[in-house]
């Protein structure tokens, strides 16, 4: 991949994730404002978040990072009928499994919630409720898994539009969820479990243009002893945590959260929302381009290419990282105010999300450097190293869990807090023993250019960091929701100005952000 095409299929994948992004925050803006905080949501939550967290496992997760690395050396060096073997089979491969997991999963949905939501088992109805919508949601992993696939081959080839579109799909369908056909329901949450499922077809079909005219839309078919499944399945089973340990120690805090007082899974839910809106943005599109141009330049044993491709990534991860952790957490209560305190959301759930999102804040990059710093371990089809860390990661968000849930009820701070701390805690021990094997087996480490970038990244977070301190005082908290929206919208356009202003002023410069 060319160098500009590299930079110009981020700014698509970012602009895609934006737009998918933006129509997210109006779907939790409206979801929470029609069904609140607690009760029927966190049913809906839990249900929802059970196939989501396995698509991000397996599908976007572990898959993905073992297939493309495989897919991208077939394409180098077979021909296309190889390449269309390879995609019949894995496809066959997969939509067996998945087919077999979702009707095991519906046969067994309430041993399933107990699993997953233990603390909804003493309150019947609210758990009635939550296998019911699991039933319905969970054949959304199926299709989005299928959509996963059929997006690997295509960003393999370049084309990274169409999958950075398909999550407008879900946003949309929920919306129309929750505002037109919920109101036709008896439990009208309901409407959103069969959004969900409807979601995922649509965004599996909207891939299939773009693999037809690759040639590559074939008919599945089961074959486990192919080569390269066999090497797929080799590769997918440890990388199974090694890329997803982010979203096991955010299942871990949802299982923690149900035990916890009516609404704890809701707050969660919010402070990750808006977590997630850089992580999206930057983060995953980054990750998401930087995959199949590292398995390239493993494939051709360019060892240069695959430093540099990583060095440019870290530059516009920590450029975005570092001052959106330090305005999220300086920001979170009236983010949590202008965007949500309407409807069935009062100012105690606005408070009580601000103080999630506060406590995730300082994770932000951490997970935006797990985005990176994993596809370099699986590139090189090093599955293990990941694995090992990623087990470490998950022990490490359990014991912070107990130590800061400890440590706030001693304070008396609300308990969803400490589970939140414990994300960002387990994120930077990821992040950093990640970087720790990139740099001791000399695959990447921060150069000495890297020491003014930090110099720089420092001040100009500084500066805009006092910027939106002094601008606080005059949120207008009182008054009506598009004016508290209108001046969320100013402070982070100020800040994001001082931030840049500044950053120029230090002699950092745009050319700095190429490839190369």
Not at 263 to 268: D, F, M
Request: aromatic share 12%; hydrophobic share 55%.
């Amino acid at each position: 991949m060319a160098k500009s095409r590299l930079f110009r299929s981020t700014m698509v994948v970012s602009s895609m994730t934006m737009l998918s992004r933006i129509l997210g925050l109006v779907r939790d803006v409206v979801l929470l404002g029609v069904f609140g905080a607690g009760g029927l949501m966190d049913a809906f939550l839990v249900a929802f978040k059970i196939p989501n967290f396995l698509r991000r496992l397996f599908a976007e997760g572990a898959f993905s990072q073992a297939f493309v690395p495989v897919l991208s050396e077939y394409k180098e060096k077979y021909s296309l009928q190889q390449v269309q073997i390879l995609v019949s089979r894995t496809s066959g491969a997969l939509l067996m499994v998945l087919s077999m997991l979702t009707v095991v999963v519906i046969l067994i949905a309430p041993w399933v919630v107990t699993l997953f939501a233990p603390g909804f088992a003493d309150q019947p109805d609210k758990f009635a409720i939550t296998a019911e919508l699991l039933r319905l949601t969970f054949p959304y992993l199926l299709f989005i898994s299928m959509t996963a696939f059929a997006s690997g081959i295509l960003q393999s080839y370049g084309r990274f539009a169409a999958p950075a579109f398909a999550p407008v799909l879900l946003n949309l369908c929920m919306i129309g969820g929750a505002l037109i056909f919920a109101p036709m329901f008896d439990t009208p949450i309901m409407a959103l479990g069969y959004a969900v499922a409807i979601a995922g077809l649509l965004q599996f079909l909207l891939q299939l243009p773009q693999l037809w005219q690759q040639k590559l839309l074939v008919a599945p078919k089961i074959d486990f002893q192919h080569e390269g499944v066999r090497r797929i399945l080799k590769l997918m089973l440890p990388a199974i945590f090694g890329v997803s340990v982010t979203q096991i120690n955010l299942l871990l805090n949802t299982i923690f959260a149900s035990l916890m007082i009516g609404g704890s899974v809701s707050w969660l839910y919010a402070a990750e929302r808006m977590s997630e809106l850089p992580l999206g943005l930057i983060g995953v599109a980054i990750g998401t381009v930087i995959l199949p141009s590292l398995s390239k330049s493993e494939a051709k044993q360019d060892d240069v290419s695959f430093k540099k491709t990583i060095d440019w990534a870290a530059r516009l991860i920590i450029l975005v990282g570092v001052p959106a952790s330090a305005a999220l957490f300086i920001l979170a209560d009236v983010l949590m105010q202008a965007l949500f305190l309407r409807g069935e959301f009062t100012l105690r759930d606005a408070q009580m999300s601000s103080l999630a999102l506060r406590s995730m804040a300082g994770g932000i990059l951490g997970f935006m450097l797990i985005k990176i710093f994993a596809p370099a371990f699986f590139a090189r089809q090093d599955t293990r190293t990941p694995v090992k860390i990623g087990i470490i990661s998950v022990i490490a968000n359990m014991v912070f869990s107990v130590i800061f849930i400890g440590i706030f009820y001693f304070l008396e701070i609300p308990l969803h807090g400490g589970l939140a701390l414990a994300t960002t805690g387990a994120a930077f021990v990821n992040a950093g023993l990640l970087y720790y094997f990139l740099h001791k087996r000399d695959i990447f480490r921060f150069g000495s250019h890297w020491k003014k970038l930090f110099a720089q990244f420092a001040i100009s977070t500084t500066a805009m960091i006092a910027v939106l301190y002094f601008m606080l005082p005059y949120f207008p908290a009182d008054e009506a929701q598009w004016r508290r929206i209108a001046a969320l919208i100013i402070m982070c356009a100020v800040g994001a100005l001082v931030y840049g202003v500044v950053l120029l002023a230090t002699g950092f410069r745009p050319r700095q952000l190429k490839h190369g």
